[in-house]
């Protein structure tokens, strides 16, 4: 259960949404947000679920991540009993050589801001970079949605 995946921002908006093959609507808050352990309700689509995040190593790219779907009632029902700050994106999934990248458009008090992952099974894995990525910031804290959620990036 360890999530290794690198994180970067777009240099280019239009050509991911021509090349992404599904694109899912996401609600998220935080019952924890402490970089430590985060635990996160997230409504993703037709299907919901509750998220523990552990702390990323020195070089930010893996932690351990436990994932449980729930009822999307429940969620509903937990929502509101998060730390102020709800997150609200667009997934999109793009297809990049063996990998898919998953592209968050932030909306809400994150209007603006656009953020590309992918997932990876070594922090050595090699992976193709489309022309559209830009800047690397995986490790970076101010890019996480737990941190965005009390720091948004409308306010940077």
Known sequence: MQEIERKF???STVNFKKE?????RIVQGYLNSNPERTVRVRIKGEKAFLTIKGISNESG????????????????????????????KVRYE????KHIFEVDE???SNDGLILAEVELSTEEEEFEKPVWLGEEVT???????????????KNK
Do not use: D, M, Q
């Open 9 to 11: 921002l777009l240099k």
């Open 20 to 24: 992404a093959r599904k694109n899912t």
């Open 61 to 88: 790219l893996s932690r351990f991540e436990w994932e449980k779907e729930i009822p999307v009632s429940e969620a509903e029902t937990l929502l509101p009993l998060c730390e102020p700050g709800v997150i609200e």
């Open 94 to 97: 793009v297809p990049v050589g």
């Open 106 to 108: 932030f909306f809400g």
């Open 139 to 153: 490790g970076r804290k101010e890019f996480y949605n737990s941190y965005l959620s009390k720091h948004p990036f």
